[in-house]
């Protein structure tokens, strides 16, 4: 639910992204408001990774800006993002696969300001996502594809950042596993962090969101709050159908 | 009976030393997937640095190594940081050719300034034996050689295995955007780790010009040595690298025993050829 | 300049580059042949090496640039054409060119030979592989009697050899080299070659034979490679083993194919030129032309990786020589009916 008082935490204007003479991102804008979660829907090639990689530094944007707290951020080194408090639980998990479960969360508390808070944030991650106290010294590449994905959102957290990018978290997931995630993030939501989730799934980020982003081709071509935005509408634009196409 | 325990003896001695140099194009190769091509000559340029320390410093060769191995450290982060990581995300081909245009420079300046005889470092220790049994015989510069080789991977591997910064440069090797993700600066990692190399490297330099004569064109040599360590040991294992020195260093001494003295580099050659065809993974990599 | 817009340029101009084209490459043909005439003979024998080291430089381009196999091993071939010219003239008394073509072929039976373990290692590991091959190859005929071990021997034939001779050889080796990659490359094979250095899984999809391609290449190459040793070394009139498989025969074809521009038809000859030309300024100062080459191919790679003349292709579409042939009649082989 968004109030009057909300800040701005992130803001991206007319954001143009390019792949040398490929264009895939037009005009982009976003606000994302702090303590809230975010989504941007969209199918394959919509341009959301491209987007989320614009405003993790791993891409470069052609065009436009990206605000965070007021500092200007667009195309800054990947790492130097981080420090400033955006991370993010990227498309695939990818989790070190030779470190161990616990080496891994405690990879995510690298920079100083997580690494003081570590032994306090590992113990957060672990309450949230028992399993992988339980597997805790198993190496990561024998997770499951579920479990790499808390792994990946609890790296995420080890960071102690403000906002979470989540880059499709329910890709190959059994239904019940992908609920689970959400209601964790759901949780630590509640507790202020704030996240945007990208997804393919129209349904679940309706209902999980508080505004949400639908992409087409590169466009923004829908947005509103997500309890507002009628699903059927919103799938139309997803398969750019009719006035969205 | 006797000649074969002491070439055997020797082999795993100098197998530690050859160990310690393939270490640091180890360490690269598995890191950045880079083959340092001019990884034998950095070698060799500290050893030409140290000699002359040592002379100026009236042989201490102490501080001869420190001030080589702090400006081979400097040396490496620059390369690294200016020519090689700019040069990373542009295919396999491109680092390669830079440490090679790499290597070529730096043997014709040594050619230039030392010219082409054999150099050595003088020490009373070449001449000594550490430990003289009626069946074989210990070298005292063989096995200080060994000792300090098996203290510095064991340095490297406590580094990697045990501190932050080490499980960076795993992190890096692993995944480099998720590694940026977490907030690691991967390109100052590899910085870091191409001097990390540098230290090996020196150590390794002056540990040969005080056991073995060398010309500007030694490099070429120990970079086959070096390669030859990685591809036998497999990578990302410390203990592969340790054990492909010693089999290269027995290669090499078995070589000299079977097929007489000029032929000990060409059976080592062989070998390599040889595993680089069936096993190029190396004996002992992990699998993934 | 956009891609589309370059073409359409290029087949408007159409006729009249190619006639430019031609001019020019003409003009240097005719040059070429009459060089003798009117320049010294010190400039000659700059052509001489020139020519030699542009062949070297193609063949390393051959592999490298255009079959994407970086090969660090063609002083193997270089140094068994050198010794066959010398082992078939000195011990055998046979005609050196004779000799020279033998060194061809025995370079390329080696490379049969060797090509099985060879081309199961990849990338890097094949690189060193050949590089150590030739290490081996130097230990070996340091250690061979037949060979007059590591004191070598000197190669008499060429003694009473005119330079121009030697220069007109040179000419059929150069040329003949740079025709041959220009032939390859226009053929069917060409344009598996350049498909396979572009995406190889995707060639192989289309249905290029990878390993046959491969393998012919390296043959070639090899050959080629072979001749030109042989008659590197009339010239040199001495072989020994260390400086005949010397790692240096690789680091001149690296270095010339860099700075000119690797992957193109004219780049060998760009950096050929370049690198005998400072080499022969430099001469007194040998290592010093090594370290100023050394330094130009780093910059290079740093700033314009495709080196001279594939920069300049890039930039401005100059190309003398084109590998491709023009877009019209790519479209007529794919598609009869198109027009």
């Keep these: 639910m968004l109030s009057q008082e909300d800040r701005t935490l992130l803001t991206v204007e007319n954001l143009d992204v390019h792949y040398g003479d490929l264009q895939a991102l037009h005009n982009v804008s976003l606000h994302i408001p702090q303590g809230t979660i975010v989504s941007i829907i969209g199918a394959n090639g919509a341009g959301k990774s491209t987007l989320l990689g614009a405003i993790t530094g791993l891409n470069k944007p052609t065009r436009g800006k990206i605000t965070f707290r007021n500092e200007d951020i667009s195309g800054i080194h990947t790492h130097d993002v981080v420090s400033k408090g955006i991370t993010m639980s990227p498309e695939g998990s990818r989790v070190f696969e030779k470190m161990s479960v616990e080496e891994n969360l405690l990879m995510g508390a690298y920079l100083s300001r997580a690494r003081k808070k570590r032994k306090e944030l590992l113990k957060r991650v672990y309450g949230l996502f028992p399993v992988l106290k339980e597997k805790s010294g198993q190496s990561a590449t024998y ?35 992908v609920k689970d995630i959400y209601h964790k993030i759901v949780e630590i939501n509640r507790e202020g962090m704030t996240f945007i989730l990208v997804e393919q799934d129209v349904k679940r980020s309706l209902k999980y969101s508080d505004y949400s982003y639908v992409m087409v081709k590169g466009r923004i071509v829908m947005e509103g709050p997500s309890s507002q935005l009628p699903e059927g509408e919103v799938k139309d634009a997803f398969f750019g159908i009719s006035k969205y196409a | 009976m006797e000649v074969l325990l002491q070439l055997v003896i020797n082999g795993i001695l100098l197998g530690g030393l050859y160990a310690m140099i393939g270490l640091g194009m180890s360490l690269i190769f598995g890191i950045m997937g880079l083959i340092n091509l001019a990884h034998g000559d950095l070698m060799i340029i500290s050893t030409y640095m140290s000699m002359v320390l040592a002379l100026h410093f009236s042989g201490n060769v102490f501080i001869a190594l420190l001030i080589t191995v702090l400006v081979m450290m400097v040396v490496g982060f620059f390369c690294q940081s200016v020519l090689i990581n700019r040069v990373l995300d542009k295919g396999a081909e491109p680092p390669l050719l830079i440490t090679f245009g790499l290597s070529i420079i730096l043997q014709n300046v040594l050619l230039l300034i030392f010219g082409a005889d054999a150099k050595s470092i003088p020490t009373k220790l070449a001449a000594q034996n550490a430990i003289t049994t009626p069946w074989f015989s210990i070298s005292a510069i063989y096995l200080i050689n060994f000792v300090i080789s098996i203290l510095v991977i064991l340095s490297l591997h406590f580094i990697i295995m045990k501190t932050y910064f080490g499980r960076a440069i795993r992190a890096t090797s692993g995944d480099v955007v998720a590694s940026e993700l977490v907030g690691v600066n991967t390109k100052r990692v590899y910085a870091v780790t191409m001097a990390l190399a540098m230290v090996t490297a020196s150590i390794a330099g002056l540990l040969i010009g005080m056991t073995f004569t060398y010309t500007p064109t030694t490099g070429t040599q120990y970079l086959i040595f070096a390669f030859g360590v990685v591809v036998i040991g497999g990578m990302g294992s410390l203990v592969g690298t340790l054990l492909g020195g010693i089999i290269l260093g027995l290669a090499q001494m078995l070589g000299s025993y079977f097929f007489g003295m000029a032929y000990q580099l060409f059976f080592g050659y062989v070998v390599l050829l040889v595993i680089l065809t069936f096993r190029p993974e190396g004996l002992f990599a992990r699998t993934k | 300049m956009k891609g589309m817009e370059r073409v359409a340029i290029t087949t408007a101009l159409g006729g009249r580059a190619a006639l430019i084209r031609r001019i020019i490459l003409a003009t240097i043909m005719v040059l070429l042949i009459t060089l003798p005439l009117w320049a010294s003979e010190g400039v000659v024998m700059i052509v001489f090496l020139i020519m030699l080291y542009m062949a070297v430089g193609q063949m390393w381009n051959l592999l490298a640039g255009y079959a994407g196999l970086v090969s660090l091993g063609q002083q193997i071939f270089i140094g068994l054409g050198g010794y066959s010219l010398a082992i078939i003239t000195e011990v055998y008394h046979l005609n050196f060119l004779l000799a020279i073509l033998i060194g061809g072929v025995i370079s390329g039976v080696f490379a049969l030979v060797i090509s099985q373990p060879i081309f199961k ?127 240096d025969w690789t680091v001149a074809a690296v270095v010339i194919v860099i700075i000119g521009g690797i992957g193109t038809m004219e780049g060998p000859i760009v950096g050929a030129v370049i690198y005998v030309v400072l080499k022969q300024y430099l001469y007194n100062f040998p290592g010093i032309s090594m370290i100023i080459l050394g330094v130009i191919a780093i910059a290079i790679i740093l700033v314009a990786p495709k080196g001279i003349m594939g920069t300049l292709q890039a930039k401005f579409g100059w190309e003398i020589i084109s590998a491709r042939r023009s877009t019209k009649n790519i479209k007529q082989m794919v598609h009869p009916d198109c027009g």
């Design chain 1, 143 to 177: 997770l499951s594809g579920g479990q790499r994905q808390m792994l990946a959102i609890g790296r995420a957290l080890m960071v102690d950042p403000e906002v979470i990018l989540c880059d499709e978290v329910s890709l190959g997931l059994a239904p019940v596993i």
């Design chain 3, 121 to 247: 290692m990849k990338g890097i590991y094949f690189a060193i592989g050949t590089w150590v091959i030739a290490e081996a190859l130097t230990l070996y005929f340091l250690n061979w009697s037949f060979v007059g071990y590591g004191v070598g021997f000197n190669i008499r034939t060429s003694y009473d050899l005119s330079t121009n001779y030697l220069y007109f050889l040179s000419l059929i080796v150069g040329l003949g080299s740079a025709v041959l990659v220009y032939i390859i490359m226009r053929t069917k094979g060409g344009l598996a070659l350049m498909a396979m250095r572009d995406n190889e899984l995707a060639a192989e999809v289309m249905g290029v034979e990878l390993y046959k391609t491969k393998l012919a290449i390296f043959l070639v190459s090899a050959f080629v490679s072979g001749v030109t040793g042989g008659v590197l070394y009339l010239n040199i009139s001495f072989i020994q083993p260390t400086a005949a498989f010397s790692i």
